[in-house]
């Protein structure tokens, strides 16, 4: 059973104990026996998996190999306790996780396409039918799996604060215009999407921009919050933000 990427994400801030899946808290765990700290890692795990996925498909596997080895490999990391292996001075969820997946491939490769699908493990409640999709409107260009990796890593984190964004207007009452406003936020519309925008909602052209403007800098706020659960270190969240960017201007 496959489980939407909306769904997820209400059901992760609904929860009061959201803020534990915080990597910089699983890190600072960094023990089998501490609480949460397996559904706490899983956590992370459901949330920012497509990365990886789009990432053994640029390396080549087909769909189902890749999802075979991307269920395989969190079986391993949650199994294995991998975490251990984390560098406290290099705490980005993103570098930890693309590095064990790496050793993964070329220790394990093998193995793994010798099992069965699943292994007999507990798979993760993952939506592939999704990721190929999201996976086939890349372009066939010359970025690395790496590249596409970091990518994909970027696109997840503004995904989950959109969610965010939107849930945030459903609960006040101002979906509907949320949905009508939300998207110029990417800063690219000329003045008759404003004005066509404006006479939708029944508000002046300067009132739209007014209200884009707040969802813009809300949006801006959110996205931080998702990068800074992935670091250790507050102090990586500006440095972390410019990477993320950056591939995203490849």
């Not at 026996?33 to 998996?49: F, K, M």
């Not at 990796?149 to 009452?173: I, N, V, Y």
């Not at 884009?212 to 969240?237: C, K």
Request: glycine residues 6%; charged residues 30%; contains cysteine.
């Amino acid at each position: 059973m496959t489980t939407s990427g909306s769904d997820r994400t209400s059901a992760r801030y609904q929860s009061p104990q959201f803020a534990t899946t915080h990597w910089s808290l699983v890190l600072a765990a960094g023990r089998p026996d501490a609480p949460r700290y397996r559904e706490s890692l899983a956590a992370l795990c459901q949330t920012y998996w497509l990365p990886l996925y789009v990432f053994l498909r640029r390396r080549g596997l087909d769909a189902h190999a890749a999802e075979d080895h991307t269920q395989a490999f969190f079986a391993r990391l949650l199994e294995k306790h991998d975490l251990r292996r984390a560098d406290p001075q290099r705490g980005r969820f993103r570098t930890f996780l693309l590095a064990c997946l790496k050793n993964f491939v070329a220790n394990e490769l093998d193995k793994a396409q010798a099992q069965k699908r699943g292994g007999g493990r507990q798979a993760l409640p993952l939506d592939f039918d999704n990721a190929e999709s999201r996976y086939a409107l890349e372009p066939a260009h010359d970025l690395t799996p790496e590249k596409l990796f970091d990518r994909q890593w970027a696109m997840t984190l503004l995904d989950l604060a959109l969610s965010r964004l939107r849930a945030e207007a459903e609960q006040a009452g101002k979906l509907a215009p949320f949905e009508r406003l939300s998207v110029l936020l990417a800063d690219r519309a000329g003045h008759g999407a404003y004005a066509e925008a404006a006479a939708a909602l029944g508000m002046t052209e300067g009132a739209a921009r007014v209200a884009v403007h707040r969802l813009r800098r809300r949006y801006r706020d959110l996205l931080r919050d998702e990068v800074a659960q992935t670091v250790a270190d507050p102090a990586d969240v500006d440095g972390e933000i410019r990477d993320l960017m950056a591939a995203l201007a490849r």
